[in-house]
């Protein structure tokens, strides 16, 4: 996943294109919600995608001060618990309001838009800070790569071991999905599929099936021989488009290369909320 990218929800088009602008100049890659589908659209991008960084206006119905729809967003980030700091936007800056943003909803503090007004290094500058504090959940309860992997299929750590004999063996392995895996999660198992994770010892292939909320993508995974990643990525899975959308990733020192493809005709529902060991709903 992207560790830069800022999350913008905020229903007025004008403010939001201003914000983007100025977090665009500081280098920041944003994505946003805005306009009369702003709470929707904010629902549905944060179980997408998860974000470091969530800017979240409070009011979504102009001169109804007591709209608090940006609440409903503040509250599915604290459920989904990734590690997403979430910074209201708002101009109710009660103390008792703003003391129940951060105690009851999860927010980190608050941005005041009368203070902001059009001048908008404040909520840069926020946004540099709240980043350097962010530790993303990135495989839920699982402490690493292997541990989700393992938690999915016990015998498939050992079966990757016997077929792709990486370098350093479980040190190797454990290296590679670290490297090649962190960018892409969380990674959320599917619901129906009872072997979201696999391995080919004919073809000498170990693959998983997730949705990567790293990417906001359903993807499947696929771990390889680097000598052997050519084969790999002329023969893609039926299930996947045939262009990668990771090609190759290798790290030295394991001899292992990783392929990422895109899964067709898979929806966002088709898979996990947020992660959960085997054997829980």
């Known amino acids: 996943m992207s560790d830069q990218r800022i999350f913008i929800v905020d229903d007025e088009v004008d403010y939001v294109d201003n914000l983007t602008m100025e977090l665009e100049k500081a280098h920041y890659v944003t994505d946003i919600a805005t306009g009369p589908t702003v709470l929707a659209d904010a629902l549905k991008a944060v179980s997408y995608r998860t974000y470091p960084v969530a800017l979240v206006d409070i009011m979504f119905v102009k001169n109804d001060p007591t709209n608090r729809d940006g609440v409903k967003v503040l509250d599915k980030i604290k459920d989904l618990d990734e590690g997403t700091r979430a910074i209201p936007l708002t101009a109710q800056h009660s103390r008792s309001f703003v003391a129940e943003l951060t105690s009851l909803h999860g927010a980190m503090g608050y941005l005041d838009k009368e203070e902001i007004g059009d001048n908008f290094d404040l909520v840069v500058e926020t946004v540099r800070s709240e980043l350097r504090k962010v530790q993303l959940k990135r495989y839920g309860e699982m402490k690493d790569a292997i541990s989700l992997f393992e938690s999915l299929d016990p015998t498939w750590v050992a079966n ?122």
Request: hydrophobic share 35%; aromatic share 6%.
């Open 160 to 281: 990757t071991l016997s077929s792709l004999e990486p370098d350093n063996r479980y040190a190797g392995l454990k290296k590679f999905l670290s490297v090649f895996c962190d960018p892409l999660a969380p990674l959320l198992p599917p619901i129906a599929s009872r072997d979201p994770v696999s391995v080919d010892m004919h073809n000498k292939v170990a693959m998983g099936r997730f949705w990567s909320k790293g990417l906001g993508t359903p993807v499947c995974l696929v771990l390889c021989r680097t000598a052997c990643k050519n084969q790999v990525l002329n023969s893609p899975q039926k299930d996947c488009e045939p262009k990668p959308l990771i090609d190759s990733t290798d790290v030295s020192g394991t001899k292992l290369s990783g392929i990422v493809f895109r899964l067709k005709d898979a929806s966002r529902e088709d898979f996990q909320e947020k992660y959960l060991p085997r054997g829980q709903k």
